[in-house]
């Protein structure tokens, strides 16, 4: 039996720019704009690894000044090698090697490369990665806090009537009754019974943190988990927090790397730890918090790859989804239905750039904000069942 040759040995680019279908946005930033490029590794058996850049705030330069980027510091280190390989290499850092890429490739590489290795080896990634369920429970995450109250409790009706029962919003507004505000129309739209989550995006102190919840607790909100509401870096403060807040669990880590959250975690700073795409990342930090007995809660990632790590790692029961509009990218997006998400059964994480969106939807040159026209069409709401 001929082994699999799974050498790297070309590379695609695939450059959009488009508007999205409403404001997200937390109590720090907001965005309209989706920043986004499909990345494609070969191997020497035609098959192909997709990882996705994404630029929160800024446009990505035009298609070719990514290319040439990306050929100067990252393909010398792809060219002629292993998928596999470099999905399990661990790299000493030291020095001058500690240093990000010119562009943000990190994540996408990390999801090219172990797509293309479990295509290799004939597995969906969620079972290469060791994964003994195919399914975990999602929440409904709107990225809301710049939106209209009425949009606001339209988005999570949506949801709710699409089976979700736990939804979390955006606080850290400067005025508490805001806060408290949304959380009663939250409660409106989805039911008295639904598990409630929020997010501070470090907005608050430490006794502001305290004070907030137990004003939210006699309003009649029992919040399940308080998601970075002080600076990531107050790890005696996060510590407090979690001694402090009663029922609520302490959700911290999301703004991390992998050294920071093991410091985190040794601190004794999170109930719940918070990771994002980052497969290889991911993977090495949820194998620790299961070691320490810290639960993992998947956060965004793009088009919810993360599904393949959560699906994988003993300690994740929440996957977070954002109803963000980029579904109309690939040929498939997961399956999500009633309240759960299933990673895909086909080899690889599953998902394949939709050719009619490179077609038709790439964008090789930096568009200014008025040219890019309406947001693509697709089904926003509708659940998403399988076939």
């Known amino acids: 039996m001929v082994a699999p040759d799974m050498t790297i040995v070309d590379f695609r680019i695939t450059r959009f720019q488009f508007a999205r279908d409403r404001v997200i946005g937390d109590s720090q930033v907001r965005a309209d704009d989706a920043h986004v490029a499909a990345l494609e590794l070969v191997d020497a058996e035609g098959r192909t690894g997709l990882g996705f850049v994404q630029s929160l705030f800024h446009p990505l330069p035009a298609e070719a000044e990514m ?16 998928a596999a390989a470099l999905a399990h290499r661990v790299v000493r850092p030291r020095g001058g090697n500690q240093r990000r890429l010119g562009l943000p490739f990190e994540e996408a590489l990390q999801q090219a490369l172990w797509d ?33 109250d009425a949009d606001f409790q339209a988005l999570f009706a949506d949801a709710a009537a699409q089976g979700y029962t736990a939804f979390k919003i955006k606080v850290g507004h400067p005025d508490l009754d805001r806060d408290i505000h949304r959380l009663d129309l939250l409660k409106q739209a989805v039911g008295k019974d639904a598990t409630l989550m929020i997010d501070a995006n470090e907005a608050w102190s430490p006794k502001q943190t305290v004070q907030n919840i137990a004003a939210m607790r006699r309003a009649g909100h029992a919040i399940f988990w308080m998601e970075d509401p002080i600076l990531r870096s107050d790890f005696e403060g996060l510590k407090m927090l979690r001694g402090s807040l009663g029922e609520t669990l302490l959700n911290s880590g999301e703004y991390l790397d992998v050294s920071g959250k093991r410091a985190l975690i040794q601190a004794g700073g999170a109930d719940m730890l918070n990771v994002h795409g980052h497969v290889t990342d991911v993977m090495r930090i949820g194998w620790l918090a299961a070691d ?10 793009f088009l919810e790859i993360g599904v393949n790590m959560a699906l994988a790692l003993p300690e994740v029961e929440w996957l977070e989804y954002s109803f963000q509009n980029f579904e109309h990218l690939v040929e498939a997006p997961y399956v999500i239905e009633n309240g759960c998400i299933r990673g895909s059964d086909a080899p690889g994480h599953g998902l394949v750039l939709s050719e009619a969106a490179r077609r038709e939807q ?17 089904q926003r709401f509708v659940v998403r069942k399988a076939a």
């Open 67 to 82: 290319i040439r980027v990306f050929r100067e510091e990252a393909w010398p280190a792809l060219e002629g090698e292993s």
């Open 116 to 148: 293309l290795a479990a295509k290799a080896a004939d597995l969906p990634l969620w079972k290469l990665l060791g994964a003994r369920r195919n399914q975990v429970r999602a929440y409904a995450s709107g990225l809301d806090f710049h939106l209209s």
């Open 362 to 378: 790439r964008r090789p040159d930096v568009l200014e904000r008025g040219a890019l026209g309406p947001a693509p069409e697709q």
């Open 292 to 301: 320490m007995g810290v639960p993992v809660t998947m956060g965004n990632s």
